[in-house]
């Protein structure tokens, strides 16, 4: 095939040609890849572990300073809930026998406090008590063993009149239950992918290159974690969207592979056409993804750029395995891909005039005005919600019911109030001697919105102390972030003026930060990732106006699926239903999903859109090549999206919220841009814009690079004139 019919030759069609006649080269050396990077991973792996950082913030300032000053104060905490009913202090033996075995069995603990030691720590009627469990690790990292060793001790202490529940950050990081919906996702993708081949050798192929992929993808990242911090749930990120990339990646080959076949083609012929079009196509949306993803590095949080590395290293693998090994894998099948065929289901590639896609096209193309009123109408009443939607750190009092973390929650709330499930620390920085310290506690103890106060705890040299400040108010309550604004901007800036510092801490105010950082940088993520991708899809198809309209429906799509998480999780409708109350959205839910998202969409943007300007390349009709490349695409698309679907939506079946926020968002933007946008709205609105769908100013077709993605027109020439892009 020659390269923009002009005869010349071009890289991909010569990289096409290698692999087919090096085929078992190509095997050999993935296969090599593979074990090798394996074997560096089994023995020099680095641990995937969550440590949140917050470079600059006020909150990691103080975090700083207890570590290097105070790191007594500085560790991960657990909380030990009593609830006796007679009395905590009839049971204060019992209690404190609890609290001394926790110190014999548990490991890494480095002190515990009493309740009958520290003022505060027993509720006004005396039925509950709180101990704290301090580690001499922080929260996300104490060792999965110690905090099972703790929860352990108190489901054998608690019995019926002596309720113990372990609680905490520590418990919570720990009782998080797995849920291999991995597993869930490659089993429905086969069943998708017989459907849609009705072969089980062309089933095979995307399946076994998939894996291939994952399994190499899988082991950079565990190599890289030896000198990155990634955080403790990588793998299982890594692993959701490496089976939906690489399987997507890989279907497109195979199905253009097929068509090529099914037309007559040799096999060499048939890689060279599947790798020039579709490989192209792959690329292309690959990169994408990868930006999209490395987009999260504007956000200035360390473990979601190391969690966006993790997912462009999946990405870009399955980029490399659908150029090389999926077509190595088709050189060494050829004409065998529909070999096994599965009864009623066979299915052939491209152009069917028969087919229902093309039949549906043809309908869309005489009505195109109610299509895209009534697609576009539903896609903007799906965002609606977004008006309302509260951003937020859910915690454990939105965990599953009868989990311990929940417990101890409720527990806390119900003795000492709301405010003391997210306490303040105000970390002060001492420089004067500790008489400021009696000026910040009076300061802080008139302040509104605040329950208590603890007296100051100094540290040996004298020069840092910790003030615990209870909140009248529970850490998701809007009331509480007012408070630590006004604790920072005005309260501790009086107590402050003899030159001592004051820092306001903890896991309330460090999330209260991260979410001041999300909400000002947002807009630079996606400015930047709208502005780039808009640019490359210019370049790629020569036409302005694709790109804005890829642009718009990819956040139609988006759009929705926000409108559909906030629904479900903050409005409760139908949360019952997947186990979940009401509650805020969390804050980087609509950041990690837009790039996630954004990436994806265009996946299906691409491969849709590639087809069509491939076919109007041939034809010169913009109606005709829309119905063809609808058709030859729809089927693919479809499968695609289906497989994807079934793998997120596999999330919701686990416990816990965050994710079945994830699984909701994610399947709900797959389906919306796999239906209505991809089958309905893009070819009613190319319909509509006719000629115009290839309009570029001639400067600007001047100024960008030819990323040219579709292969070279069948029938000869090129088009020419402004609409058509100087093509």
Known sequence: ??????????????????????????LAV?????????????????EFQTEFRLPGSESQRAN??????????????????????SGVAGARGEIEGVLAEIVREVPDVAAVESPFERPGYVSPDGTIARAVVRFTFDADKVPH?????????????????????????????NEQAEFGSEVYGLIAAVFILLIAFGSVAAMGVPIGAALFGLGTGLAVITVAARWVGFPSFSSQFAAMIGIGVGIDYSLLVVTRFREAIHAGKSVEEGIVEAVTTSGRSVIFAGVVVAIAFLGLFVMGLPFVATLATAGAVVVL??????????????????????????????????????????????????????????????????SLPILSMELGFTDAGNRAPSSHSRKAYDLIAKGFGPGTNGPLLVVADVRNGNGGLTRAVELLRETPGVAAVTEPLSNPAGDTAVITVIPTTKPQDHATTELVHRLREDVL?????????????????????????????????????????????????????????????????????????????????????????KGPIEVFLPMMMFAILFGLSMDYEVFLISRIREEYLRSGDTAEAVANGLTATARVITAAAAIMVTVFLAFVLGPERVIKEFGVGLATAIFVDATLVRIFLVPATMELLGKWNWWIPGWLDRLLPDLQVEGPPAGGGELSGSVAGGR
């Not at 095939?1 to 190509?26: F, T």
């Not at 005039?353 to 009443?381: C, K, N, T, Y």
């Not at 909400?519 to 198809?541: D, E, K, N, Q």
Request: no cysteine; net charge positive; hydrophobic share 50%.
């Open 1 to 26: 095939m020659a390269d923009r019919g002009n005869g010349k030759v071009g890289g991909l069609e010569r990289w096409a040609r290698w692999v087919y006649r090096r085929r078992w080269l190509v």
């Open 30 to 46: 993935w296969v090599v890849v593979l074990v090798g990077i394996g074997g560096l991973a089994a023995r020099f792996g680095g």
């Open 64 to 85: 700083d300073l207890l570590r290097e000053r105070f790191p007594a104060q500085a560790g991960g905490e657990a909380d030990i809930v009593f609830e006796v009913p």
């Open 145 to 173: 063993e110690a905090a099972m060793r703790l929860i352990a001790v108190a489901e054998g202490a608690s019995r019926p009149g002596f309720t113990v529940e372990p609680g905490g950050r520590v418990v919570q990081f």
């Open 317 to 382: 693998v399955a980029v490399a395995i659908a150029a090389s090994l999926t077509p190595a894998l088709l050189s060494v099948i050829g004409k065998r891909v529909d070999a096994l065929r599965v009864p009623l289901l066979h299915q052939s590639e491209g152009v069917d005039r028969r087919s229902p896609w093309f039949r549906l096209s043809r309908v869309i193309q005489r009505h195109p005005w109610p299509f895209a009123l009534v697609a576009g109408g539903v896609l903007v009443v799906a």
């Open 493 to 581: 800036q009086r107590a402050g003026t003899n030159g001592d510092r004051y820092y306001v801490t903890g896991v309330t105010a460090g999330q209260i930060d991260a979410s001041d950082r999300i909400s000002a940088r947002m807009p630079y993520l996606f400015v930047g990732v709208i502005g780039l991708s808009f640019v490359l899809l210019t370049a790629m198809f020569r036409s302005v106006v694709v790109a804005a309209k890829a642009a718009v429906m990819n956040l139609l799509s988006i759009g929705a699926a926000y409108g559909v998480v906030v629904a479900i999780f903050q409005w409760g409708w139908f949360g019952e239903a997947i186990g979940v109350g």
